[in-house]
């Protein structure tokens, strides 16, 4: 089972480093590129899932120093894609996406989203995407503490 484990867990990783070099390609034959980076939209992407988070929210979920977080918000903020708003900590400010940079994130969603459908989609079964789902969402629940883990 130990083997197994390390071996799922470094196929996973694999896949993350895969998803992540397809996605920079979407955004480069899109033209997306031009607007935003992979980096740049990967931190649009938390700020969407989690309104109101923090610049040290983001440097812990990017796996980043606080001082690149930063300068990627200073980018985006001057691209009008964020706003910065006191946090409820006075001592850390609040990131919110504004119109436009729920746009971006959205269209960007869309495009990525479809180029994976197109590839994965008639390669798995609707009861296998369901099956991973569900597996996806019991292992994020254990790594990440979450009480509500549903059993597959």
Known sequence: ME????????LFHESI????SEVAKI???????EVISKEQYQTLKIIKDFPKCTYSFIASKQGVFKTAISNRINKLKNLDLISIQQGEDKREKSVLLTEKGLKLVNRTEDVIYETFNRKLSAHFSDQEIITFVKQLEKANNLITGKDNVKHV
């Open 3 to 10: 083997e197994d484990l390390k071996r799922a867990f470094n």
């Open 17 to 20: 480093i895969n998803i992540h």
């Open 27 to 33: 955004l480069n034959n899109s033209g997306l590129d």
